[in-house]
């Protein structure tokens, strides 16, 4: 009888989730290049919130914008685009 135990489920769900939020991470930073985007860390040392840091003020209008998914982050900062061109005064 082996006494080796199976991988655990939990590890290949906890590697999934990286994976993806590093895709994410990926695709917002490819799409928000006025921004720079992480991950907050956590109290307890885990990845938290999605944060983006404006360094290009032609594409958003706030300094900071902080979201609990990537999917909100996106929405915010497409906002914030919006708000940044209606914020910018027209010249002829």
Known sequence: MSTERPP???SDAYKADAEAA????????RDFT????WRAT???GR???WVASLHD????????VIASTPAALREALVH???RAKNARPRTR
Do not use: C, F
Not at 34 to 37: F, K, V
Not at 57 to 64: A, C, E, L
């Open 57 to 64: 003020p032609r594409v958003g209008v706030d300094p900071t």
């Open 22 to 29: 590093e895709k994410a991470l990926a695709e917002l930073r």
């Open 42 to 44: 956590r109290w307890d």
């Open 8 to 10: 655990r489920a939990t």
């Open 47 to 49: 990845l938290g919130d």
């Open 34 to 37: 006025g921004y720079r985007i």
């Open 80 to 82: 914030e685009g919006e």
